[in-house]
């Protein structure tokens, strides 16, 4: 009999429920608050990105999450000293090393390790020595791929931008099997499979049934679906899809 195939967790990304809050510099909503909703709803872990600019999570939700969660923290953040030194303190279970440009709207693109080797080993390499489980973001690329695995991470968040935002259905296929294939290489190298970046009620399914998906990170679709149905309900309805 042929064994049932393990589905991807879900991890729910918060942070445009403190994009909401930043904007108007108030109390309110507070992602601590829907981080909790996330958990209760199924979110096998919640996603926070402490940028450099702290444009929406900040020191205090970060902290407040670390002593509130249930389920695993996902720490996304750029390999510069101070988020590092944060993250060493707070020591969060993963933290994704993201690349951060202080002019983009969200994060454009995938780490780029091959470019930046001797920046990122540092920074893994702390975050390791922590005891903090360490993944790259990176683009869909074999290069990219084999580098963070000489860096000693214990896997990568693949974009899944291109495959989101694909023009046509033929492009999206295209992409589709890019990241099949990525995914197929990711898994050879060693390293846990992780997919985020784009993804939406309409898109994740057949992200969720890439062979070896781990992990799936998503935010933006499920907040901006909660403001119609509720946080709780957004969530399940995203999990049932990624489970199914």
Request: hydrophobic share 40%; glycine share 8%; proline share 3%.
């Amino acid at each position: 009999m042929e064994e049932e195939r393990e589905m991807p967790r879900l991890g729910v990304n918060i942070d445009h429920v403190a994009t909401v809050r930043q904007a108007r510099k108030t109390v309110e909503p507070d992602p601590v608050w829907a981080a909790v909703l996330a958990e209760l709803a199924g979110a096998d872990g919640i996603t926070i990105h402490l940028r450099e600019d702290r444009r929406h999570i900040q020191d205090r939700d970060l902290r407040l999450l670390k002593e509130t969660l249930q389920v695993r923290m996902n720490l996304e953040m750029a390999a510069e000293d101070e988020i590092t030194q944060i993250a060493l303190d707070v020591r969060p279970a993963k933290a994704t090393l993201v690349p951060e440009r202080r002019e983009e709207v969200t994060t454009e693109g995938g780490l780029d390790v091959v470019g930046n080797n001797q920046r990122v080993k540092k920074c893994v390499d702390q975050l390791g020595d922590a005891g903090i489980e360490v993944s790259l973001f990176i683009d869909p690329d074999a290069r990219q791929i084999e580098a963070s695995s000489k860096l000693g991470v214990q896997g990568v968040e693949l974009h899944t931008g291109r495959y989101a935002d694909a023009p046509t259905h033929d492009e999206q296929i295209a992409q589709l099997e890019k990241l099949v294939e990525t995914g197929r290489l990711t898994v050879e190298q060693g390293l846990q499979l992780h997919m985020g970046h784009g993804l939406t009620y309409r898109n994740v399914k057949r992200v969720a049934d890439i062979p070896d998906v781990d992990e799936l990170n998503i935010g933006h679709s499920i907040i901006a679906r909660s403001i119609m149905v509720g946080l709780e309900q957004a969530v399940r309805e995203m999990k049932a899809l990624v489970a199914g």
